[in-house]
């Protein structure tokens, strides 16, 4: 059962234009969630977070847009760089109990930012 | 300040040996989780310790097992390994809150079992 999925293997994406990756959740108990970033053999990068009593969230290039009905959230990078090219993922937590410490995280989308 | 650490890097171990993996967590960060990223399944949780106790635990076999000292640096020991246990073995800390903060990871060891 997957909780967390993102449909995207791979995103291809000119320079200076707009990368939008995408990521769908079941799980209704999700009060946070992620996006990180990683290049092979290195362990993952934090990037964003955004609450699920959110809708938005910016950092610089950065924006997560959270639908709650949809369960569905998007990272937006814009502009794309070069240097953006890597794995994302997409992860998420639920609150405390049994819960701790625990991220459920997504296939990953390769982005591929063209020069 | 230092990031996480985690030793060996790397790793090539025979079917049926142990193996015990390292994870000094950032300075101040009590909490520590372990996951296994692998090709098919991607990164899975496989538990999560705090101040020395186990918190959460994934859905793994008893083969996989950890710890964590009282200066919050933690080990995971396999035991008994077999082939489909090749894979990155990621640890990530944070101050125990998690959520918004985030878990800053590790840059892995890459297990590789012959």
């Known amino acids: 059962d997957q909780q967390v999925k993102q449909n995207s293997p791979s995103l291809s994406v000119q320079e200076g234009r707009i990368s939008i990756l995408n990521c769908d959740y079941t799980n209704s108990m999700f009060d946070y969630f992620l996006w990180y970033k990683k290049y092979p053999a290195e362990g993952p990068t934090f990037l964003i977070s955004i609450s699920s009593i959110k809708d938005k969230n910016e950092d610089g290039r950065f924006t997560v847009f959270l639908n709650k009905s949809a369960k569905h959230l998007s990272l937006h990078i814009v502009p794309s760089q070069p240097g953006d090219s890597a794995v994302y993922f997409c992860?998420?937590?639920?609150?405390?109990?049994?819960?701790?410490?625990?991220?459920?995280f997504g296939q990953g989308t390769i982005l591929t930012v063209h020069p | 300040k230092a990031g996480v650490t985690q030793t060996p890097r790397y790793l090539i171990k025979t079917r049926g040996q142990q193996v015990t993996l390292s994870c000094s967590p950032i300075?101040?960060?009590?909490?520590v989780s372990w996951y296994q990223q692998t090709p098919g399944q991607g990164l899975q949780f496989l538990f999560e310790y705090f101040s020395e106790t186990q918190r959460n635990k994934g859905n793994f076999p008893g083969r996989f097992s950890g710890r964590q000292f009282s200066n919050s640096r933690s080990e995971m020991n396999v035991s008994t390994l077999e082939l489909g246990d090749s894979a990155l073995y990621l640890c990530?800390?944070?101050?125990?809150?998690?959520?918004?903060?985030?878990?800053?990871f590790g840059s892995g060891t890459r297990l590789t079992v012959v």
């Open positions: 300075s101040g960060h009590r909490s």
């Open positions: 992860a998420a937590s639920e609150a405390g109990g049994t819960s701790y410490g625990k991220l459920t």
């Open positions: 990530a800390s944070s101050e125990g809150t998690g959520g918004a903060y985030g878990y800053t």
